[in-house]
């Protein structure tokens, strides 16, 4: 574990974001390579701090959106502003920052020999002094529970454990939005609940894909409904959950 | 996969510098792929595989004293241009990228059950056939997990305004201690895989041997095939001959 230099006090604030989190999706289309149009006309509009489910059946697109919101793909068509800036090639560094993806897969996100190590990934590549990573990673990983865990190899821990390291990934770059793919795929009950507790304490907007809809309904004000690429729902999670007809209609229930 | 073994044997065979038998033989290898659908730029670009190789193949340039095209002193290496080295060396090059093209066409015609059994129709070693079929079937899930966790890894490369930009990236070292990491990584992921699906193989009664159904039935075509693969090999083998060298 490499040791403090000393308090960098321009990155004191324990994972306060920077941007505003707002996020602005205009008439955004995308189409892969193989021609299959993913997106068909997505308009979506985000404010800062707001909490949102990602609802939808298998290939509804939902990833695919997800993807835009930190220029993985780019759209065939329309826009896409993330804290003010539109997604584009001279913005993507930025965007990067203030975009946080956690992939379902934690394997995806872990790399590195130790814990400690992968959550330094993203600080040390946005250039912080050695204090200050330090910080961020310890915060980070204070913040998901995982500080006992940061000389661990991340291969040797437990699944819920690696979706805790692997969001302490995306933390410690003190990102204003934060995106999950399936937070709670393989999860046990108390892994479900610890996280569950810890979304809700997240200060940053976030935007959750998931097929579970109790969390969804525990944690999320609001919920989008995507299918077939098109948003067919946008509102209170109460109400899109209490209509049966529409989760039958989209592969919800 | 006998045309595709005979064809890289014979481009092998190849003097050095039959630079104009290698396109011939390139030609050929484009209009098999025309048959089956595959672009030539796209097997040329897929044949770029082959492109670590040039690093084996660069000393040779240096290592021969003969035709010395140029001489001189880099720091403390005093260093010789051979023209005989340099023409050994572009030649296994390209052989390696015209090679590579065949394999890639090769995988796209054939199915892994058809390479299986082709293998062991060979004579091959269980082992070796069975590994074959493997390999074809999990290098692509391999080629997938390698994506993602590089798409991972993008999205983590930030690069905010502010104090620091100089220092944005991280240093050399550090880029490649990750990306030994990523690797590294990958490969214990393989070997864990590997075990699960070995486990996974036993409880369903796995001997060692990848079943492939029904062995495919006799070709009545084999003749005619392995006359096609004779002349093609020939022809090669006379471009080589008779075409100019450079």
Redesign the interface.
Same mark, same amino acid.
């Given at each position: 574990m490499p040791h403090s230099h000393g308090h960098d006090h321009?990155h004191d604030a324990p994972l306060a974001p920077?941007g505003d989190g707002t996020i602005a999706i205009s008439h955004l289309h995308f189409r892969y390579p193989d021609g299959t149009e993913a997106l068909r006309g997505i308009d979506l509009s985000i404010t800062g701090g707001e909490k949102v489910a990602l609802l939808g059946p298998n290939g509804a697109g939902k990833s695919t959106l997800m993807l835009h919101l930190?220029g993985?793909n780019r759209p065939t068509h329309g826009t896409v502003h993330v804290a003010g800036m539109q997604v584009s090639n001279e913005t993507?560094?930025?965007v990067?920052?203030e975009?946080g993806?956690v992939?379902q897969?934690p394997?995806?996100?872990?790399?590195?020999?130790t814990v400690w190590?992968d959550v330094a990934?993203?600080p040390?590549? *946005?250039?912080?002094?050695a204090g200050a990573i330090h910080d961020r990673v310890e915060v980070a990983l204070a913040a998901v529970g995982a500080l006992d865990l940061a000389q661990r190899a991340p *291969?040797r821990l437990s699944i819920g454990q690696r979706k805790r390291v692997a969001l302490a990934?995306?933390l410690a *770059?003190n990102p204003s939005v934060l995106v999950f793919d399936e937070p709670s795929a393989g999860l046990d009950p108390r892994g479900r609940r610890e996280l569950i507790e810890l979304l809700q304490s997240l200060t940053q907007t976030l935007i959750v894909s998931t097929h579970d809809l109790e969390l969804a309904r525990a944690t999320f004000p609001r919920s989008i409904v995507v299918d077939r690429g098109v948003i067919v729902a946008d509102g209170s999670t109460s109400e899109i959950l209490a209509n049966r007809e529409l989760l039958l209609a989209h592969g919800l229930a | 996969m006998l045309g595709a073994l005979s064809f890289v044997v014979a481009v092998a065979l190849l003097p050095p510098g039959s630079y104009v038998a290698l396109l011939a033989s390139w030609l050929m290898l484009v209009t098999v792929a025309a048959f089956i659908g595959v672009r030539p730029a796209q097997l040329a670009r897929r044949g770029f595989i082959a492109f670590p190789f040039v690093v084996a193949a660069l000393p040779i340039i240096f290592l021969r004293d003969d035709e010395s095209l140029w001489s001189g002193t880099i720091g403390p290496l005093t260093l010789h241009v051979s023209g005989a080295g340099l023409r050994i060396a572009l030649t296994a090059i390209v052989k390696a990228w015209v090679s590579v093209q065949a394999s890639v066409l090769l995988l796209e015609y054939a199915t892994p059950a058809s390479i299986v059994v082709a293998l062991r129709r060979m004579r091959l070693p269980e082992p070796i056939a069975t590994s074959a079929g493997l390999m074809i079937r999990y290098v692509e899930i391999l080629g997938d997990e390698a994506r993602r966790m590089l798409r991972a890894r993008t999205s983590r490369s930030a690069s905010p305004i502010g104090d620091g930009r100089e220092r944005i990236g991280g240093t050399i070292g550090w880029r490649a201690r990750t990306t030994g990491n990523l690797v590294g990584s990958l490969f214990l992921r393989a070997y864990a895989r590997a075990q699960r699906i070995e486990d996974a193989a036993a409880s369903r009664g796995a001997t060692g041997s990848l079943s492939v159904g029904m062995l495919h039935e006799t070709d009545p075509r084999l003749p005619v095939k392995v006359l096609a693969v004779t002349a093609l090999v020939l022809l090669i083998t006379l471009c080589g001959a008779l075409l100019p060298r450079l």
């Open positions: 321009a920077a930190n993985i993507i560094g930025r990067r920052a975009v993806l992939f897969d394997d995806d996100q872990l790399f590195s020999p190590d990934f993203g040390t590549h *946005m250039g912080l002094t *291969m990934t995306v *770059m | -």
